[in-house]
């Protein structure tokens, strides 16, 4: 599997510009260690889905992400026949004979995520996404492939893995999710990474940022964090938020530019009704006073 | 092979743990855990406690306990208990109420289970009007199976999943081509393909509070049978906090649910507050997208005793998500009842059906607008 230790996967994964906190790295780790799918939850924005990009990216994997959706079904996940393509070979054999193998034949077989997964050569990193928003049924039936991973086409026989990938699954936690599924899978809860954590992602992924301004800027959104908000900003706005900031030429943050830019960080409108006036200054100054001790 | 002994019998222990303060912990997890330490290096205690933690734990709201009994476990440090084994001393105090609930449970034990629906038509005629309030234990015993008949209509919604129908709207191309190589290529069967109804999201909020005791046990009784319907119904029960009944209902009985849970969100003397742990649902919840496109149904007398505004407020934030807002307040029953309660006025504007459920005839009703709810409020 490549890395004999937390500390090597976690040397790696900050190489690749992705600074995990040790749950996460212990949670890939043993991903790999005991090749178990892992579910990763947690709030919108804290990084679940970047987690298994960087993790493809250490392996020298090649990711292949299902993003689920109400109604997802093996047509869209697994693999379709190519219809089009086997209308016109049934019109080029009308004059002969026709067998059926010959039109349910791989060459028109499209293949969809989970195929693409289970039936490749290279090492593949497969990002189930959102498993939350698919519905029960396919649960059961994703649950069914990765237990064995394998997959049955009635047309062709069973396509078993040859090497399995490390598969990653997230969810937002809209529902609960079916407790056979989370038997199978390690699981890992991402909260909101530390002050200094956040800080060290703002300066990481946001190049030539000010010192000053990364802490600054992960400081108020700290505050925010704190207020009764309908979608409270994950490290995802805190990113785009400095990026902004930066462009903008600033060092610090004052109550204006932060009035100006609010929008990057709370994608509410009722949230941005309610960082108004003495709300914002409040958290401006907490946030300054808080990055100039810090 | 004394160190590996060691690891294996404090693993094996503290899964046993983890099981009796309430958490699912089979052989498999046992084993996973055992792997899992083996991969990792046990000089560092917050990899053993990931390791532990990862593979013993599958839900968020398990990780406070697991938190706690690894520091007591692996720790030793002292801890508090979990809030779970406090019951037995406290629920003492509601002689009233437990009594009353043994003497049903104990009258199920002994008497023989005769149909409840057979007790005659002029006595179900009788039961079906008396408030529930004034139900004697035996009664509610013998209205338990009318009850469930009656939360087995679930409304549904069109799912976006089409599965074979002949009736439907979208060709399978998929058989038809597989059709037609018996025809030597000619489509001459179109089969097709529907969206299939599946029940709707269902979220229940059920206030236990002191002023609703009477009505909650039968309530309880009717979202135990609508959770026993099957997946998407959610159930909540709420007093001075809010608390997930959901588990609760799927497997213990009723009654043992009702009185965990009313211990958990109820502190006795102080009043209802419903504008707070509505803002709870909305944003542990709420946030999670539970009540998106559901029907939630409120259960409540509408008593609030802080801020009548905080309900006002957050029932539109929660009409905003839902499909629509069903409130049951059992004082409706009488015909000299106005909502001129504070918290009941203030959430009337975002309710689209306000309905009594004070008895079984209004639990009928209840069931048929559940069944048949359009939306009505603007979004």
Known sequence: MGFQSIDELEDALRAADYLPDRGLSTALYLALALSKPVLLEGEAGVGKTEAAKALASVLDARLIRLQCYEGLDVAHAVYEWNYPRQLLHIRAAQEGTLREEDLFGPEYLIRRPLLEAIDSDEPVVLLIDEIDRADEEFEAFLLEVLSDFQITIPELGTIAARRRPAVILTSNRTRELHDALKRRALFHWIGHPSIDREIAIVRLRVPGVPERLAAEAAAFVRELRGLDLAKPPGVAETIDWAMALNALGRKEIDAEVVQQTLGSVLKYREDVDAVQDETLSRLVEAARAAAATG | ?379
Request: with cysteine.
């Open chain 2, 1 to 379: 092979m004394a160190a590996g002994d060691a690891i294996l019998g404090h693993v094996v222990t503290f899964g046993r743990v983890l099981h009796e303060a309430g958490l699912e912990i089979g052989p498999g997890r046992v084993a996973d855990a055992l792997r899992a330490l083996d991969a990792v290096d046990l000089e560092r205690q917050e990899d053993v406690y990931f390791s532990l933690r990862q593979t013993l734990v599958s839900r968020h709201d398990e990780l406070d306990l697991f938190d706690r009994a690894f520091s007591a476990w692996f720790l030793r440090a002292p801890v508090l208990p979990p809030a779970r084994t406090r019951s037995a001393a406290t629920t003492e105090t509601r002689v009233g109420a437990q009594s009353d609930r043994l003497r049903a449970r104990e009258a199920e034990e002994d008497g023989e289970q005769s149909d409840p629906l057979e007790l005659g038509a002029s006595g179900q005629e009788l039961l079906r009007d008396k408030d529930f309030a004034e139900l004697t234990g035996d009664e509610l015993r013998r209205l338990r199976e009318l009850i469930r008949r009656i939360a087995r209509t679930r409304p549904e919604r069109h799912s976006r999943r089409r599965t074979p129908d002949s009736r439907g709207d979208r060709l399978d191309v998929r058989r038809m081509i597989r059709r037609s190589l018996r025809a030597g290529g000619d489509p001459l069967d179109r089969p097709l393909r529907a969206r299939k109804n599946v029940p709707r999201k269902l979220v229940v909020l059920c206030d236990v509070s002191g002023s609703m005791d009477s009505y909650a046990r039968a309530l309880l009784l009717f979202l135990h049978a609508v959770v026993g319907t099957g997946r998407g119904v959610e159930a909540f029960a709420f007093g001075t906090r809010l608390s997930r009944l959901t588990p609760d209902l799927a497997t213990r009985d009723p009654d043992a649910a009702l009185a965990r849970c009313t211990e958990a969100v109820v502190d006795w003397g102080s009043g209802t507050r419903i504008g707070a742990s509505l803002r709870e649902f909305n944003e542990v919840y709420g946030r999670r997208a539970l009540s998106r496109g559901a029907i939630v149904l409120i259960v409540s007398d509408g008593w609030e005793r802080e801020d009548p505004e905080l309900v006002g407020r957050e029932m539109a934030k929660l009409a905003r998500a839902a499909y629509a807002i069903v409130w049951v307040n059992p004082l409706k029953g009488n015909p000299q009842y106005q909502p001129l309660a504070g918290g009941m006025r203030a959430a009337l504007p975002y309710v689209d059906r306000f309905l009594p459920g004070h008895n079984l005839r209004s639990l009928e009703e209840l069931a048929a607008v559940l069944a048949g709810i359009e939306r009505r409020h603007a979004a």
